[in-house]
């Protein structure tokens, strides 16, 4: 129940990293969107090397992010 939840450092963790993933998603998805109607509107249109550098980089945060989230569901079901 909610008593068991709301006591494990595991389960505040896990809900964090969801929640960060969540936050990181934000900019590449609106990068995306410009991206599309930049190229609908310029058949030449390139991303500048650094954005895409950056939208890299927190893809790969939210990857990692993701992937922890079953760790924690697996120490919680173990008890932590």
């Known amino acids: 129940g909610w008593d068991h939840y709301s006591g494990s450092y595991a389960f505040w963790i896990k809900i964090g990293?969801?929640?960060?993933?969540?936050?990181?998603s934000v900019y590449p998805t609106i990068a995306f969107i410009?991206?599309?109607q930049a190229s609908k509107s310029d058949p030449a249109f390139t991303?500048?090397?650094a954005?895409?550098?950056?939208?890299?980089?927190?893809?790969?945060?939210?990857?990692?992010?993701?992937?922890?989230?079953?760790?924690?569901?697996?120490?919680?079901?173990?008890?932590f």
């Open 47 to 49: 991303p500048q090397q």
């Open 17 to 24: 990293l969801y929640l960060l993933a969540a936050i990181a």
């Open 51 to 79: 954005q895409i550098d950056l939208i890299r980089r927190m893809i790969f945060l939210q990857a990692i992010f993701l992937l922890a989230i079953p760790v924690l569901a697996a120490l919680m079901a173990r008890g």
């Open 34 to 36: 410009r991206w599309r």
